[in-house]
């Protein structure tokens, strides 16, 4: 199921904050291993790039359910 571009696209502001957030703070993590931590900056522009394919994979989730939910109730 392919999922709606308007569904994606009202979804790809949240998911890019999410993403944003995620490897920021991994990269938090992982700088207590040695691991350099990223810029805020650098965690918005990796946040702007996976954000799209986040905000696509919620959105086919979601499609999926509503279909699910579209239809009728099996005979017990």
Known sequence: MTPAW??????????????MLNVYFASLILG???MPIL???A?????????GPAAWI???HLT?????????????
């Open 39 to 41: 810029s805020p900056w």
């Open 64 to 76: 999926r359910l509503m279909v699910e939910s579209d239809r009728e109730p099996e005979e017990a």
């Open 58 to 60: 919620y959105a086919r």
């Open 6 to 19: 308007t569904l994606v696209g009202g979804l790809y502001p949240f998911a890019a904050g999410a993403m």
């Open 32 to 34: 207590w291993v040695g």
């Open 43 to 51: 965690a918005i522009w990796a946040g702007v790039l996976t954000g």
